[in-house]
């Protein structure tokens, strides 16, 4: 089955303990992307990655790490997590052919206490 | 930039009809996307628009005017499944200086009415 898996699902932390939540796709699409969804501000995206080793900052990149080593994996490191990356984060990968829409995984609900 | 408006919440019966519109203001313009979401959910496609025109899928149609940046999603046959956030998305061009793949408006809430 097609699909784009993270984890954890669920995440519950302190500040300033680094965390990893991990992606992963199935599809071998060469995009990748993180998003951030907050009540009111919709999806933002915090990095992105056209293929293996090439990653670049979207709109909100500011305590965040993103690495691309294989095509499959895009995990999204936050060194020092602080209260305000409490969000609903979301991994999305999609290829170069066609309309290439995006295809999203289950999300990560994170907390930052 | 990018700056994409849709309303914020709609309301509608089932068994009716909605429009859910979206305007947007780009720097470059390579397709408009429709996601449905429901709450607690990760997004899902429904449509994509890149040329002016009217897109019918089943149920659902999404209209794109590039002249005018508008687009609306038309849902009909209304089904209380249907209640859910419609997000709408625009996708630049490399010209526009980035290669990010979409740019995400808020999002419309519909509420469907038994």
């Known amino acids: 089955e097609a699909q784009v898996t993270q984890n954890p699902r669920y995440l519950i932390t302190v500040t300033g303990k680094k965390l990893t939540v991990t992606c992963s796709q199935n599809m071998n699409h060469e995009y990748m992307s993180w998003y951030r969804q907050d009540p009111g501000l919709g999806l933002r995206q915090i990095y992105y990655?056209?293929?293996?080793?090439?990653?670049d900052k979207g709109d909100v990149p500011e305590g965040y790490k993103v690495s691309r080593k294989e095509k499959r994996n895009f995990p999204l490191i936050l060194e020092s997590p602080s209260p305000n990356q409490t969000s609903l984060y979301f991994c999305a990968s999609s290829s170069r052919q066609g309309r290439d829409e995006q295809y999203f995984g289950p999300g990560t609900r994170l907390t930052v206490t | 930039g990018q700056n994409i408006d849709q309303p914020t919440e709609m309301t509608a019966t089932e068994g009716a009809i909605v429009q859910i519109n979206c305007t947007y203001q780009t720097s470059g313009f390579n397709g408009l996307f429709w996601y449905q979401q429901h709450a607690g959910e990760a997004p899902t496609f429904l449509s994509y628009n890149v040329l002016d025109g009217l897109e019918e899928k089943g149920r659902f149609s999404s209209f794109l005017s590039r002249s005018k940046g508008y687009s609306y999603l038309l849902l009909k046959e209304l089904q209380m499944k249907d209640s859910a956030s419609y997000l709408c998305a625009v996708r630049p061009t490399i010209s526009s200086g980035s290669a990010r793949q979409l740019t995400f408006g808020s999002g419309t809430q519909l509420t469907v009415l038994p």
């Open positions: 990655s056209m293929n293996v080793e090439v990653t």
